[in-house]
C-alpha cells in the first residue's frame, strides 16, 4: 500500500484500515509512507511499513522536506527510489494506492509502469475517497495532470471509498466510460469500536462521572484547523459549559507551536482537557456524548462507527470536499453542520446544545450507514488472491 501522507492524518489511518482488514485474509501487508506519525500508532501483526522521507504540503501544488535540509526534487527522487526498491524487493500480488493517482509529484508513476512490464501478475488498485473535491475543480485539476490517463493505462481496479447514492464521482468528474468499468464502489470503512472497559477506562482517566457528558473537539491532523478550534473556544467563553458537561479538545500534531499555546492557555482558563494527539482516538470518540469535527473522511467515519451524534465545520480551501461530504450527511440525517456563511460561536454553542439535548435521534440514523467496504475489500482480494490481474473489456 502507498500513502504520500504530505498533510495531516486521514492517508495513514484509512491505510492502517484497511491493512488491519486485510491481514485477516490472510495478507502480509506492507505500506509505504511519509506520515512522521506512523510509529504512534498500533501497528497489527502481519502489517509493517517502510518510512519515505517527509514532504510538506504548502499549497496544492508545492510542496518542502518535511525535515531533511535538500532540496524538494532531490527528496522526491530519495522517495521515488525508495518506492521502487521496495516494490521491487517485496515483489507485491496487489499495489493499493491511496487517493493521488500519480503520488506525490508522479512519484509513484514509475514504480506502477515497473509492475506493468516486470510484475504482470500484480493487480494495480487506486483507492478514493467518496469525495475528492468540487466537481468543476477535480475536472480541471484532473485534465490538467493526465489523471484520466493515468487510471486507464496503470489501474487494474479503481475502489471508490464511498455509495453513489450518496455522492457518484463517475458523473460528477465526468469518468469516461472505458475508466467507469474498473470502478467499484465498496462503501464507507468502518472502524474499531472499543470495548465498554476501554471507554470506561478513559472516562475515568479524565476524571468524567458517571452523570457528566462529554464533548468531544477535534481537527483531525489540525495543520488547518485553527480557526475552527479558536470559534469553538470562543462559543465556550462567550457562554460557560453547564457544570455537568466536561470538554476534550484534540488539536492534532501538525498545528503551529504558536497557534497551540494559545489553546493551551484559553483550555487551562476554560478547564479543558487538551491534547495534540491522541494514540486512541476511537476511545476518545467513545467516551464523548457529542463530537465537533472538521468533516474528515476519516473521523467522519470513527464518530458514524460509534453511532455517536455530531458537528461538522468543514473548511473549504483548499479543497471544498468536507463542505460537500457535510452537506450530503446532513440532507440524510447523519449529522448536524454548520456552513461558512452561518459560522459564528453562538452558533456553535446552539447546535452542541441542541446535540446535548436532542442527540439521540441523529445517532439513531447510524445504524443505517453503508459501513460495507472491508468486506468488499476483502472479498475482492480473495477473488483475485493468485496475483492474476483482472482484465477488462
Known sequence: MYSHDTFGLGHIRRSLAIARALRKVPATVL???GSPLVGRF???????FVRIPGMMKVTNEEYLPLSMKLEATEVVEIRKSIILSTAQAFCPDFFIVDKAPLGLKREVVETLHWMRDRLPTC??????RDIMDGAQATIED???KGIYGAMDVLYDEIWVYGDPSFYDPITEYRIPEGIARKVIFTGYIPRHVPSAVDVKSVRQELGLGPEEKMVLMTTGGGGDGYPVVNTFLKAF???RAPPSVRVVIVTGPFLSPTHFKDVERRCASLGFHLFRFHRFMERLIGAADVIVSMGGYNTVCEIISQQKPFLIIPRT???EEQL???EVLCRRGFCEYLPPERLSAEAVYRKVEHLLENGTEVASKAGDFPFTALDVIRSRILENRQGARVQWA
Open 31 to 33: 505500506i509505504l509512507t
Open 42 to 48: 498500533k501497528i497489527p501483526r502481519r502489517v509493517d
Open 123 to 128: 493487480t494495480t488498485i487506486l483507492g478514493l
Open 142 to 144: 484532473w485534465e490538467a
Open 237 to 239: 467563553e462567550e457562554h
Open 317 to 319: 480551501v483548499p479543497r
Open 324 to 326: 460537500i461530504r457535510a
